[in-house]
């Protein structure tokens, strides 16, 4: 009987003492703020997360890119903008962080820790709005939403290139509109990510709700929604084999599952927030996603709007 006890004494202690750390860990979590105050009129369109417990978001206004610890919620300004846009954004395991330059044409990559500008590339000649960014395939793909077109950095070993590759869109992606169609008659692809299994590329379209898969010689195949469309599409996230797709105007995220291909996906769910203020776009860090308020549509991008991105319990 004594015995019973002293081994059930020493299992329970053992147990206590496993749990702890977890029980820290999701209490420490928990503790994350749910709400990152950006600078007055930094108009945020981007945002990417990590390494560590940090977010990187950029401005649509002059390009800065500001850096927030999701600790605490505090950050500051990593890397000043040349004056053009910082949309698109996406941090690798190097410290590096890739920026698409929307009007400007551009795409940018920095040094995570100290905002150096590690490389700057002209990736358009005429007009053009370079708008999203995903690294798969051993190259940074970039989203171009008045052009059919995808720019492309080889990262040969992870070395930066000398020169974008540019890869024509053909097929069932056709463009609408132009460079001169206002508000969102105008974006074509938009956010981008990778399919599940690793072989191709997503991208939506923001005027026609399409999602489709791209290949890597650039050929395009709607993927089949049965009946759903995501209208207002704007930035991709893909986790395992669940998508999750801002739209915008509709202050919602739709949570999509696809088969390995990305050929074939259901909308299993919309989520919404009243907090969300025209999100553009989303990042997740742990078990919760990070998305930014553009806000402007609505209010007019003004020096003293306050901006933040918020974090929603991932769906």
Not at 41 to 50: C, V
Not at 177 to 197: E, K, M, Q, R, V
Request: hydrophobic share 40%; no cysteine.
């Amino acid at each position: 009987m004594r015995r019973e006890m002293i081994s059930a004494v020493l299992v329970f202690g053992l147990a206590a003492a496993m749990g702890a750390p977890a029980r820290a860990a999701e209490g420490e979590a928990a503790a994350y703020p749910t709400t990152i105050r950006l600078p007055d009129g930094f108009q945020p369109e981007g945002i990417a997360t990590g390494p560590g417990p940090f977010a990187y978001v950029g401005s649509m206004a002059d390009g800065s890119v500001y850096r927030a610890d999701l600790r605490t919620g505090r950050g500051a300004i990593l890397s000043r903008g040349p004056g053009t846009q910082a949309l698109g954004l996406k941090s690798d395991a190097r410290g590096r962080v890739f920026v698409a330059g929307g009007a400007g044409g551009d795409a940018r990559v920095l040094d995570a820790r100290t905002g150096r500008v590690l490389a700057s590339y002209r990736l358009a000649g005429g007009p053009s709005f370079v708008n999203d960014v995903i690294l798969a395939q051993g190259a940074a793909w970039f989203t171009d939403s008045t052009n059919p077109v995808l720019y492309k950095l080889p990262l040969d070993g992870g070395r930066l290139p000398s020169d974008v590759v540019r890869v024509p869109l053909s097929g069932d992606l056709v463009y609408q509109g132009g460079p001169d169609s206002p508000g969102s008659a105008g974006f074509n692809a938009n956010g981008i990510t990778a399919t599940p299994d690793g072989r191709g590329l997503i991208v939506v379209q923001s005027n026609t709700g399409g999602l489709f898969r791209v290949d890597p010689a650039g050929r395009t195949r709607r993927v089949d929604l049965h009946g759903e469309s995501l209208p207002e599409g704007d930035g991709l996230l893909l986790q395992g084999r669940t998508l999750y797709a801002v739209q915008n105007r509709l202050n919602t995220v739709a949570v999509l599952r696809l088969n390995a291909a990305g050929t074939e996906g259901r909308v299993v769910r919309r989520v919404t927030d009243a907090r969300f203020a025209l999100p553009t776009t989303v990042a997740a860090f742990g078990s919760r996603l990070y998305l930014p308020n553009i806000r402007f549509f609505a209010t007019g991008p003004t020096p003293g709007v306050a901006y933040e991105a918020v974090a929603i319990p991932r769906p």
